[in-house]
C-alpha cells in the first residue's frame, strides 16, 4: 500500500520524538532518520514528500555544526528547517506549530493523510 512520508532528519534536537508524533497525529506517516543519510538511502524510501530537518542544542558536535549532504538540500521534494536554536524559529504554540506543520505537510508537500493515519502501512 503506498504511503506518503515526511522524513525528520535528526540535527541535534530534543524535540525529535515529539515532531514525528505531530506529523503522525495529521495522519501522515513520519519517520526520524539519522542526519548523515545518503542520498542513495533517501532515494530508497518510498513516497516521501518531505523532508524537515529537526536541529536543536546538539547540532554543534566536534566544533563543527551537525549537517546533511548538500545533495539532500537540492533533493526532489520540500525541505524544512526547524531549529530549536532560534536561528529558524519553530512555534513553540501547540496550535501555531499544528498549524505550520500542517502547512509545511499538506500544503508545500502536497503529502495526504493515509487511510490508517500516520502508522506505518502494513504488508
Known amino acids: 500500500m503506498k504511503q506518503d512520508k515526511i522524513l525528520v532528519l535528526d540535527l541535534g534536537s530534543e524535540e525529535n520524538d515529539r515532531l514525528v508524533r505531530e506529523i503522525r497525529a495529521l495522519g501522515v506517516y513520519s519517520a526520524l532518520y539519522p542526519h548523515d543519510i545518503t542520498l542513495e538511502e533517501l ?6 514528500k518531505g523532508i524537515i530537518l529537526n536541529g536543536g542544542p546538539r547540532r554543534a558536535a566536534d566544533g ?15 525541505v524544512l528547517l ?3 536554536q532560534g536561528d ?3 512555534p513553540e504554540d501547540p496550535e501555531e ?4 506543520l500542517s502547512n509545511f505537510v499538506f500544503l508545500l508537500c502536497g503529502a495526504r493523510p493515509a487511510p490508517g493515519g500516520g502508522r506505518p502501512a502494513e504488508g
Open 43 to 48: 532515494r530508497a524510501i518510498p513516497d516521501v
Open 88 to 90: 529558524a524559529p519553530w
Open 97 to 100: 506549530r499544528r498549524e505550520a
Open 82 to 84: 526547524a531549529d530549536h
Open 64 to 78: 563543527g555544526a551537525l549537517d546533511v549532504s548538500r545533495d539532500i538540500y537540492n533533493y526532489e521534494v520540500p
